[in-house]
């Protein structure tokens, strides 16, 4: 991710698409597969993985976490406390304890995740996005978009049009808002990573 130079932050002064394969990749420990970190904010982490066999994932204890299938036929989670997750088709996200065991069982092959964590203290929340849409930042915190389908554009309150397809993501700056549009593409499908505001 490129800093802003003037301000010397992890978040550019607005909204720069990137290419998810343009990020390096990390091995998990059981080598199971592989992690791209997208950002790493002080209230949360957004990651990419690529999952090629079944296997066990990494302990996160404290940590609310959050799971969506961006490729692939699908998994199932099998989590300690005896309840399984199937992710199955892209669209839908799963929350879990980072507190529980997580195994993972690929249903046909190997399939691509995106991955949010943050602390209970500071909650976020990882929907998906099909139709446009009013996309609105906090003052004090920042999100992200990670394209699954379709060619998007975000139009900020200043008038400046960022796009992004499919492969690609947005940080967003802390602040930011907008209108998201659908540019291209019949069946577009995004993940918003966003803060969960706090009940006046």
Known sequence: ???????????????YAEAISSQPSR?????????????????WRLSVADISRDGAFS????????????????????????????????????TFS??????VALVSGPVRVV??????????RLEAVQAPCQCVGEASLAGAL????????LETASGRKQSCQAG????????TGGILSVE????????RVAPIRAQA
């Open 27 to 43: 091995l998990w420990k059981n080598g199971g597969g592989l992690t791209k970190v997208i950002a790493d904010h002080a209230d």
């Open 146 to 153: 990670v394209v699954v389908r379709g060619r998007w554009v």
């Open 184 to 191: 291209d593409g019949d069946d577009p499908l995004l993940y």
């Open 98 to 103: 980072g507190d529980l065991s997580a195994d």
């Open 168 to 175: 690609e993501f947005l940080l967003l700056p802390e602040g």
């Open 1 to 15: 991710m490129k800093p802003d130079p003037e301000n010397d932050n992890l978040f550019p002064s607005a909204p």
């Open 59 to 94: 302990h996160f204890p404290g940590i609310v976490r959050h799971i969506a299938l961006l490729e692939g036929a699908g998994a199932r989670l099998s989590l300690s406390d005896g309840t399984k997750r199937d992710i199955a088709g892209t669209g839908d996200a799963h």
């Open 115 to 124: 991955n949010l964590m943050h602390p209970p203290s500071r909650p976020y």
